[in-house]
């Protein structure tokens, strides 16, 4: 039972923005939004959380709606390393809580 | 260095026998989690411990065990129950029951089960 809804796959053309949408409309008000993403074979890795502000890192800028029933990753300047399952998930900030993932969002640079 | 390490990456068992797949972390995490991942799959949770001496299922346990007797330690048994046990097995841990702002999970590189 994904608490978000994310599109099951996406193309995106080197060198271009990647922006991921996720729908996430019944989070609750301690929850943040986390971004991870899966290169193929490999353990996930963490990209980016926000609560309600923008956020920015080295990796990538995370909008969050004002209402924040809905976000946006974005990859700035996209490249083939890029491609990999990204996965959007809503958490308390309880770091034990239980942490489910959907099925993510499968983004392919096209060279 | 810190981290979460699986053990061993690949693994062969014939069908019937249990297999115990390891998973340890040195980040002073509280909670830890198993996952399972088919081909083509998201991730789906097996069992999560949220304090040493403490698990709980995830929506997938049957079949699974797993135990928590040290804070670094979470093994996971996968018993001859479980009727379609090749799969991609990733562990996680998280910093654990307080509030804090960061509660980014730390995932393993997983280990790869296959059942012949």
């Known amino acids: 039972d994904a608490k978000t809804t994310q599109p099951p796959s996406m193309d995106c053309a080197e060198g271009r923005a990647a922006n991921l949408p996720c729908n996430h409309s019944t989070i609750s008000g301690n929850e943040y939004v986390y971004w991870y993403r899966q290169i193929h074979s490999q353990g996930p890795q963490y990209i980016i959380h926000?609560?309600?502000n923008n956020e920015t890192n080295e990796m990538a800028s995370l909008i969050i709606t004002e209402d924040r029933k809905s976000s946006t990753l974005i990859l700035p300047h996209a490249t083939l390393r890029d491609t990999a399952v990204y996965y959007c998930i809503v958490r308390s900030n309880f770091g034990n809580e239980k942490l489910t993932f959907g099925t993510g969002t499968r983004l392919t640079i096209i060279p | 260095d810190g981290g979460i390490t699986q053990s061993p990456k690949y693994l062969f068992r014939k069908e019937g026998q249990n297999v115990t797949l390891s998973c340890e972390q040195n980040?002073?995490?509280?909670?830890m989690y198993w996952y399972r991942q088919d081909p083509g799959q998201g991730l789906r949770l097996i069992y999560y411990s949220q304090i040493v001496n403490d698990f709980q299922k995830g929506d997938i346990a049957e079949g699974y065990s797993v135990s928590r007797e040290k804070k670094e330690s979470f093994p996971l048994t996968v018993t001859s129950a479980q009727k379609n046990p090749t799969a991609f097995y990733l562990c996680a841990s998280s910093i654990g029951s307080r509030r804090t702002m960061n509660t980014e999970a730390f995932f393993g590189q997983g280990t790869r089960l296959t059942v012949v």
């Open positions: 980040l002073n995490h509280d909670a």
């Open positions: 926000g609560l309600k």
